[in-house]
């Protein structure tokens, strides 16, 4: 028998009929519910984007990889170029290698001079950016890293040079991090120049917004903001923004990183506890030598 | 096994694993990171592509119920309030449904043009919904240029969803 009318003759069309109201209803009240009380959404979120992410990290990366060919097809002459510009920037980075290294050995005799507390190693766990399905609205982006790889709720993410987020939700292999642009994020920095703290606001846009700040805390166009460290969650001092504009409509900030194109970042993690039990500071891996372009 | 009901489950499972296929390209395009996209800040509204299309040539009863729970797996995986892409998603195929019959004889431009209608409509929708989640106005800039990429992206997305159509049109146990 041909099966013309199978579904129609499982479910009777009445209820199919209906069945755009009763959804309609059920998503309204999913929606009132999430507002009421968000914990039992981010369990079910945690459980599905764990359960996704080994099929999105395996189809994100040839998606990627076909739109890097569209987007930077560059000609060998522009690979020399790009090679002879990183090998000056390597020869000068060397440079800074060897001078952070000699300061941070001073920096550790005056320490212990101090007595001053160690502060925690930082590990970081870097991961590719697998999905930003938030549009305009929602700033987040997961990471196919979790607990399983000692990423922790509330962990600093990183992008080359500055902080482009903090993790919320840990699953056992995949994390969701919330963008320093997002409505919803706020983090505790300080300006570096003046030691002025103040809460650094999302605002769903490219500019970061200063709160809390002191009254008559004389702002400076192109003032370095970093993380203050303060709360416990984030590690001090990493670099965030700069101010672009000060005025009547508040103090604005550029981010260091362009949280618009992140593709690979680093969650920092801070192993507090081993810190505490040894009291070092393990010197990072010496920067590789690059000896091509991209 | 009755040789002509095994062909007719091989038929089945034929066709649903085609829109399956196409269902899971769109979800996966709108989900993971294009870099065209600006992170994702303005991206295409893909899946109403399909609703749209299918909703006008191959309604299903079923389809309501389909784009609901694809609705909530992209709510969980954007971090999105639980239900916003779900109704968005039922609350189109109904509008569409209603207009199906006028839609169905006409020209190409005029189908573009509802849709064009479809995805502003959707787009101002999730921005009012957002801002009343928040009880914040949020800027309806970005939205609005997603919504109109979507719009000139259309018509590259109909013709694999024709493909689909075509093949499933060949069928003759397909549901009316």
Known sequence: MPLKTTTVQIMPVVVLRAAPAVLILLALTLMMLHRADTLPVERLRTAMTDALTPALTAVSAPFNALVEQIDGVTTIRDLKAENIRLEEENAKLQQWYESALKLQAENQSFRELLNVKADPTLNFITARVISDAGGSFVKSVLLPVGVLDKVQKGNAVMSGHGLVGRVTEVGQRSSRVLLITDLNSRIPVLIQNTRTKAILAGKNQNLLKLERLPPDSGMTIGARIVTSGDGGQLPADLPVGTIVSTGENGVWVRPVSDIDRLSYVQVVNTDIDQALATGEITPPPKPAIYKSGK | ?176
């Open chain 2, 1 to 176: 096994m009755d040789p002509e009901w095994n062909e007719s489950l091989l038929r089945v499972v034929g066709r649903w694993g085609l829109v399956l296929l196409v269902l899971t390209a769109l979800f996966v395009l709108s989900a993971i990171p294009l870099k065209i996209t600006h992170l994702g800040e303005i991206r295409p509204v893909f899946m109403l592509m399909a609703i749209y299309y299918w909703t006008i040539l191959r309604p299903s009863p079923w389809l309501p119920v389909a784009f609901f729970v694809i609705g909530l797996v992209l709510d969980l995986l954007a971090a999105y309030p639980l239900g916003m892409h779900a109704l968005i998603f039922v609350l189109a195929q109904w509008v569409t449904g209603s207009q199906r019959k006028f839609l169905l004889g006409q020209s190409f431009l005029v189908i573009w043009a509802g849709f064009a209608a479809i995805a502003l409509g959707a787009g101002a929708l999730q921005w009012a919904l957002f801002s009343l989640f928040n009880l914040t106005l949020f800027s309806a800039k970005l939205m609005l240029i997603s919504a109109v990429l979507s719009v000139f992206l259309f018509p590259l997305l109909a013709l694999p969803l024709s493909v689909v159509h075509k093949a499933l049109a060949d069928d003759p146990s397909s549901v009316p």
